[in-house]
């Protein structure tokens, strides 16, 4: 199935660094969400954005909606060993009239001491 | 707690077999959505529901399917399973599943249902 393209696919960072990731598509979505998974659980939402060029910050978290509504980033500020999972984008589209999310690849992000 | 609730949180089995995951939507949603991943893979779309009737499908086999009861709790039906469809099987809820407030159209997911088949 169709798949946003997230990047990067992995990242080792130490404590207290910041992080960036980053999602693209050749499609354009009406909303960019943001989930994160922890191993064995579902994905839980951490941000959701709206509107083309939105910035939104939950936290240490700060989020953006491409201007070409084709793109989206995420920021985590001074990273906490909590932080480690895999975090996913996914774009909000309409398939005639039913509602569909698109999912990205997700970035796994583990973190040291 | 999302409060979408699936059971069982864990399911083995044996090829051929065949199960029933269940998954009880957030109080107030009408739409219901199934996804599947697979070890360290993406989720994968397979079906979504919305107040009983089915709305969309996605990559859903032939051996599986889905429906949504009138007290809006949702089953996956997985028959004649093979080793490949061992998985995490999500489902989530949302208030819509139609064109209407994008805020109505978030998606809150659901633990998930680990099936191995052995």
């Given at each position: 199935g169709q798949q946003l393209n997230q990047s990067p696919q992995s990242m080792f960072i130490q404590e207290g660094e910041d992080v960036s990731m980053n999602c693209t598509?050749?499609?354009i979505f009406n909303t960019w969400l943001w989930y994160k998974q922890d191993p064995g659980e579902g994905p839980v939402?951490?941000?959701?954005?709206?509107?083309?060029?939105e910035l939104t910050s939950n936290g240490r978290l700060t989020a953006q909606f491409g201007i070409t509504r084709k793109d989206s980033f995420l920021n985590i500020s001074a990273s906490i060993?909590?932080?480690?999972g895999i975090y996913f984008c996914a774009g909000h589209s309409y398939?005639?009239?039913a509602s569909k999310l698109t999912f990205g690849t997700g970035t796994r992000l583990q973190v040291t001491l | 707690d999302s409060g979408v609730t699936q059971t069982p949180k864990h399911l083995i089995t044996a090829t051929?077999?065949?199960?029933?995951?269940r998954c009880s939507p957030r109080s107030g949603d009408l739409s219901v959505y199934w996804y599947q991943q697979s070890l360290d893979q993406g989720l994968q779309f397979l079906i979504?529901?919305?107040?009983?009737?089915?709305?969309?499908?996605?990559?859903?086999?032939e051996r599986f399917?889905?429906?949504?009861?009138?007290d809006l709790h949702s089953e996956l039906n997985l028959s004649s399973l093979e080793l490949g469809d061992s998985a995490l099987y999500f489902c989530a809820s949302s208030v819509e599943g139609e064109v209407g407030g994008q805020a109505k159209n978030i998606q809150y997911f659901g633990a998930g249902t680990?099936?191995?088949v052995l």
């Open positions: 598509s050749s499609s939402l951490l941000i959701a954005l709206y509107k083309a060029g060993p909590s932080d480690v398939t005639g009239t | 051929g077999q065949r199960v029933t995951l979504q529901y919305y107040n009983g009737e089915e709305r969309a499908k996605g990559n859903i086999l399917s889905a429906q949504q009861f009138p680990r099936l191995s």
